[in-house]
């Protein structure tokens, strides 16, 4: 009996295997998988089991999907966080356009279900340019104009270890202080004056967390988190390519900051008022990068929808709104190609793979739109609710909104 019980277990798994594990064909040649020279073992196994044909093409193998063929069924689900630190300010000092990447990319996290819960750890332990409460305020502000929760709240003052026996009294230069050891480097947690670092302030918290937590922060504390990932493991950092405008890097030494309440507000007189489509412009600025590489914003383009590829998502949706086509509540696209995008971008950390799959999406929408008619005429409607339906879903799964005018 516990035989035939182990068989249909297995038999009834179904085959899965790591996206990376196949690339798509050239655009030209339509929705398909490849793999460089012969399929391996596994790829052929996959292939069997999910009934898919295959064809010889130069020195590839071509991959041929059905039609109904289940694409988020075919492959390993994405690692899913316990704890997600998108975007914890220092409270000291005034939210620049550096931390419109946080916001952004940590938005874009949350909505594809990275992390389970989302967590803040607000700097509160100096004193600077701002009130502490007024930038908390802010923070709240933000959270609530562009969608993004925060399920726990953590300030570095109150952060405490609750076993100190992992820290060594400082010697030398650290004489007076507490500091943890971490093969054989010193790192200070407790300084002379009793104060606390920021270094002990995150050990508290993975301590108090103790499991899985993704952290995105600027990539210049790759080496904090490195260090604190040997502590512990269930520790994960994605380091944040800088932000240039109008090709400038971002510089609090170099007097080059500027904050984001103005610029937001300059963007607002530009477009009407409306949040939500500054918000899509913004973060196509932003998703249009691999989160650890360098984001370009340029002023005089934002109004260009050619270029300001969050314009163009969003004219997309809005002027197909307009010839009286409707969306449609889903949870699933039609298109196979943007369900392929959403599990690459969530396996891969990668939102950009879905936000370049959005873009073809609207690029293929938009041609469409020159040689078929909509108006009074229901099948077309239908077609074009089904796109635009996939085009909301998401653009909503990486964070944006959906805009009924432009």
């Known amino acids: ?47 069997e089991y999910w009934e898919l044909k295959t064809e010889k093409s130069g020195p590839f193998t071509n991959i041929l999907l059905n039609s109904d063929s289940p694409i988020s069924e075919m492959f390993i689900e994405p690692k899913t966080f316990k704890y997600g630190d998108f975007m914890s300010p220092n409270l000291n000092k005034h939210l620049h356009i550096g931390h419109l990447s946080n916001l952004v990319i940590g938005k874009a996290f949350q909505s594809l279900g990275i992390s389970k819960k989302f967590i803040a750890i607000f700097g509160d332990t100096l004193d600077g340019s701002v009130d502490k409460q007024t930038a908390l305020e802010k923070y709240y502000q933000y959270c609530e104009d562009f969608g993004y929760k925060v399920d726990a709240e953590y300030f570095a003052s109150d952060m405490k270890i609750k076993d100190e026996s992992i820290l060594v009294d400082g010697d030398g230069d650290y004489k007076g202080s507490k500091c943890f050891d971490i093969d054989g480097e010193k790192i200070v947690g407790i300084k002379s004056t009793g104060s606390t670092t920021y270094f002990y302030q995150d050990v508290a918290l993975a301590e108090e967390l103790n499991d899985d937590t993704l952290y995105l922060t600027g990539f210049e504390q790759n080496g904090h988190f490195n260090l604190l990932n040997k502590l512990y493991p ?77 314009l163009y998502l969003s004219y997309t949706m809005a002027h197909i709104k307009s010839c009286g086509v409707t969306t449609k509540n889903i949870n699933q696209y039609k298109s196979q190609e943007l369900q392929f995008a ?16 959005l873009v073809n999406h609207c690029k293929s929408i938009n041609q469409m739109y020159n040689t078929m008619h909509i108006k009074d005429n229901p099948d077309n409607i239908e077609i074009f609710s089904n796109l635009i339906s ?16 432009v």
């Open 1 to 47: 009996m516990n035989g035939f019980s182990d068989y249909n277990k297995i038999k009834n798994t179904k085959m899965k295997i790591d996206i990376n594990k196949i690339k798509l064909t050239p655009s030209n040649l339509g929705f398909k998988f490849c793999q460089y020279g012969e399929l391996d073992a596994e790829l052929k196994e996959w292939c």
């Open 234 to 310: 269930t520790v994960n950092h994605i380091g944040l390519g800088l932000v240039f405008l109008n090709g400038k890097k971002m510089s609090s030494s170099d007097g080059n900051i500027i904050y984001l309440e103005e610029f937001i507000e300059e963007m607002l007189l530009l477009f009407n008022n409306d949040i939500k489509l500054v918000y899509n412009i913004l973060a196509g600025q932003i998703l249009k990068s691999l989160p650890t590489g360098k984001k370009t914003i340029d002023t005089k383009l934002l109004e260009n929808p050619k270029i300001s590829l969050g």
């Open 342 to 357: 959403e599990i690459k971008a969530k396996t891969n950390l990668a939102p950009m793979v879905l936000f370049d799959a």
């Open 390 to 405: 996939d085009l909301e879903l998401g653009m909503n799964k990486l964070g944006m909104f959906s805009i009924e005018k």
